[in-house]
């Protein structure tokens, strides 16, 4: 399994192996280990709507369940994704053209709209049909070591619920 193929399934399907918005934080601990809260639930455990993260991977809780899922990527750089997703992994180049990412939902079937909302100036993104998956795609950074400045990267692939 590559970066990739969890990429397309995740936009495809709006989980990620086993992960899916509406699972209990509990039981996604149980699957992926403890999670590394932000500083916010660190001080009042009780407040919702912050992500845990497992390295490149973050789940939003919101009373004690799943409502997001995020995935961050740094175009130039690698990511590093729990086994239980990437298996047999310790990390990933995270540098994905916006073509790759598109050419990959084209070969599942997997239908997809441009965002509008979130397309402007130097960044575009697309929400990908019935999953209703967000991937937002930028021009690299200035320290984004890439192979086309000119391109747009995914730097963020997430779902929620309402």
């Known amino acids: 399994m590559t970066l990739m193929n969890v990429l397309v399934d995740f936009a495809r399907t709006g989980r990620i ?16 280990g403890p999670g590394r809260p932000h500083p916010a639930v ?7 709507g ?15 369940a799943v409502s997001g899922i995020w995935i961050r990527l740094r175009p130039g750089s690698t990511t590093t994704l729990p086994s239980q ?3 047999d992994s310790e990390s990933y180049p995270s540098t994905v053209p916006r073509e790759d990412l598109v050419a990959g939902l084209d070969a599942v079937d997997c239908r997809y709209d441009v965002n509008d909302r979130l397309t402007f100036g130097e960044q575009s993104s697309i929400l990908t049909q019935p999953a209703d998956v967000c991937a937002v795609f930028f021009t690299p950074g200035r320290d984004d070591h890439v192979p086309d400045r000119g391109r747009h990267y995914l730097g963020v692939i997430h779902k929620h619920t309402a």
């Open 42 to 48: 660190r001080m009042r455990p009780e407040l919702d």
């Open 50 to 64: 912050y992500p845990y993260a497992w390295n490149g991977l973050e789940l939003v809780i919101t009373q004690g």
């Open 17 to 32: 192996g086993p992960l899916h918005c509406g699972m209990p934080l509990r039981t996604a601990e149980d699957l992926l």
């Open 85 to 87: 997703v990437l298996p």
